[in-house]
C-alpha cells in the first residue's frame, strides 16, 4: 500500500463483454490497469486492487492521457 494516503482519482471506461456477459473496466493510459466483475460493486473493488498494486512499483508511465467520451449521433 502507498505511503501517502491521499485519494486520487482515475477514470474508468467499462464496457459489457458480449461473451461473458461481465463488465470489463480499464484505465485509460495506465498499462495492466483492467480488470472485470459480474457487477459495478465488483468490478470497481477488482480495479481498485489492481490500481493499489501497480502504484506499489511507483508512478508508472502513461501511454496516453484520458481526456473524454464523446457520444456521436448518426442517421
Same mark, same amino acid.
Given at each position: 500500500?502507498?505511503?501517502?494516503?491521499?485519494?486520487?482519482?482515475?477514470? =474508468?471506461? =467499462?464496457?459489457?463483454?458480449?461473451?461473458?456477459?461481465?463488465?470489463?473496466?480499464?484505465?485509460?493510459?495506465?498499462?495492466?490497469?483492467?480488470?472485470?466483475?459480474?457487477?459495478?460493486?465488483?468490478? !470497481?473493488?477488482?480495479?481498485?486492487? =489492481? !490500481?493499489?498494486?501497480?502504484?506499489?512499483?511507483?508512478?508508472?508511465?502513461?501511454?496516453?492521457?484520458?481526456?473524454? =467520451?464523446?457520444?456521436?449521433?448518426?442517421?
Amino acid at each position: 500500500m502507498r505511503k501517502d494516503r491521499s485519494l486520487r482519482a482515475f477514470p =474508468v471506461v =467499462v464496457e459489457r463483454d458480449p461473451q461473458t456477459q461481465l463488465l470489463v473496466g480499464h484505465v485509460p493510459g495506465r498499462p495492466g490497469a483492467h480488470s472485470q466483475g459480474a457487477d459495478t460493486e465488483e468490478l !470497481i473493488y477488482n480495479l481498485r486492487e =489492481v !490500481i493499489e498494486m501497480l502504484l506499489e512499483d511507483g508512478e508508472p508511465e502513461l501511454e496516453s492521457e484520458f481526456v473524454d =467520451v464523446q457520444t456521436i449521433q448518426v442517421a
